[in-house]
């Protein structure tokens, strides 16, 4: 879809990257409402939801593509595949902006690292560091 510099992957937080998470989801454009409404597990405003998408747009994680009622319309400006390709690269290159304690952090947020995940994680490192 685009170009992604590392200063867009560096300071995406783990918030933001929640609300991309919903938006790459959605598969069509949305409005704050839509995502609004479909955040789980936090007590999140509709403003804190307007700030965390203002600030994707003017990183140029999404765009605006119309307007509903008064609201804008936002879809995304890189794939999911083309962001996990940058961070991680950034990440296992040893770019600045990223630990492996925020990827593992960042998965269990976005419910793909299991308690059974993290227990192998525990095993991996006490076997490297004998």
């Not at 992957?9 to 609004?36: C, F, N, Q, R």
């Not at 804190?48 to 995304?76: A, C, D, W």
């Not at 770019?95 to 993290?118: I, K, Q, Y």
Request: glycine residues 6%; proline residues 2%; contains cysteine.
């Amino acid at each position: 879809m685009c170009e992604v510099t590392n200063m867009i992957i560096k300071d995406v937080s783990a918030a933001e990257l929640e609300v991309m998470e919903l938006i790459w989801a959605a598969g069509k454009p949305v409005i704050i409402t839509d995502i609004w409404q479909a955040i789980e597990g936090h007590d999140w405003t509709y403003q804190t939801v307007q700030t965390f998408v203002n600030r994707l747009h003017m990183k140029g994680f999404i765009k605006v593509v119309g307007k509903k009622v008064r609201s804008f319309e936002y879809l995304p400006l890189l794939t999911r595949a083309e962001y996990v390709v940058e961070s991680r690269g950034q990440l296992f290159t040893g770019g600045e902006g990223a630990t492996v304690a925020d990827f593992v952090r960042a998965m269990r947020r976005a419910g793909r690292c299991t308690n059974a995940d993290l227990d192998m994680l525990e095993k991996t490192i006490a076997d490297l560091r004998r």
